[in-house]
């Protein structure tokens, strides 16, 4: 059997990011997963949202992701 040509998404990639209209790589927060009843409320309350990923991995994310803008 021939396997198919063409590039493909990273699936692990896609779940864990987002690409923005603009261009903007976003990410969610680490450690929010489990042992939350440890940690403050503030704490929590802070690790809520996602925020911008970093130029340097940006790159990187991209390339992992070829039918994204």
Do not use: W
């Not at 690409?19 to 403050?40: D, E, F, M, P």
């Not at 990923?53 to 390339?63: G, H, L, M, N, P």
Request: glycine share 6%; hydrophobic share 30%; with cysteine.
């Amino acid at each position: 059997m021939r396997r198919p040509k063409g590039i493909k998404t990273k699936k692990s990639v896609a779940k864990r990011f987002k690409i923005t209209a603009t261009g903007k790589v976003l990410r969610s927060s680490a450690g929010r997963r489990h042992l939350c009843q440890t940690k403050s409320a503030k704490r929590r309350r802070n690790l809520r949202g996602s925020s911008v990923v970093s130029a340097t991995d940006e790159y990187r994310i991209k390339q992992s992701l070829p039918f994204t803008r």
